[in-house]
């Protein structure tokens, strides 16, 4: 790990439905899968042996067929090299299996400094990924941005003490969105929000 360095901050971006347009249908997965209501993973971990093994086949494939089918939110490319040029280091924290995340950014050439998938426990809402991010990385979560489109990312980065930017695309903003410090349709509208790793402005 590198030696945090209290003036230098880093963008953590979720996946499905931030970078990439959201395209997993959860309630057909939780259907197949024979999942109740709620948050998939979590009802996952309750389940033991071959039920659990049959359900997390489901998910993989669902998640599969998404990753290979995955098309970026516009701008989302060029957003995040404007991004790394000015010198922010670039992190993805999914719930999403690591492989299939991968073959993800592989599609579409996009380089990133750290990507944890659901693998690095505890997942989120947990802040924990974040402060290990920002701790491999040498950065401080203070200084650091979460940004999701979901309201799990923005209780994960606000524990963790980051900034958080809530990503609505075209959808309805949601009645909790407030809890976020910012609410964004496109992502290249982070580009005048964020400014510079070490806190200056453009």
């Known amino acids: 790990m590198h030696t945090p360095n209290p003036s230098r901050g880093m963008l953590i971006f979720d996946l499905d439905g931030t970078l990439t347009i959201p395209v997993l249908d959860f309630d ?3 259907a197949e899968a024979n999942l109740p209501p709620g948050p998939i993973l979590e ?21 599969e067929q ?5 098309q970026l939110q516009p701008g989302a490319k060029e957003t995040l090299s ?14 999403n299996a690591q492989q299939w995340a991968n073959i993800i950014l592989d599609a579409h050439g996009i380089d ?15 802040p924990e990924p974040i402060l290990k991010m920002c701790a491999e990385l040498g950065c401080v979560s203070q200084q650091s941005w979460m940004i999701g489109d979901h309201m799990m990312d923005i209780e994960c980065g606000r524990a ?6 809530l990503m609505v695309g075209d959808g309805d903003v949601p009645s909790r969105a407030g ?9 290249d509208e982070l580009v005048a929000i964020v400014g510079r790793p070490d806190g200056s402005s453009v």
């Open 28 to 30: 057909a997965m939780r």
């Open 43 to 63: 009802s996952l971990a309750s389940l033991e042996g071959e039920q659990r093994e049959r359900a997390l086949d489901v998910v993989h494939a669902h998640e």
């Open 179 to 187: 809890e976020a410090d910012h609410v964004i349709r496109l992502l």
């Open 112 to 126: 990133v400094d750290l990507m944890y998938g659901r693998e690095v426990e505890p997942t989120k809402p947990s």
């Open 160 to 165: 963790a003490g980051c900034h958080t930017v």
């Open 66 to 70: 998404a990753a290979r089918h995955s």
């Open 82 to 95: 404007i991004l790394r040029k000015r010198g922010w280091p670039i992190g993805i924290l999914t719930r």
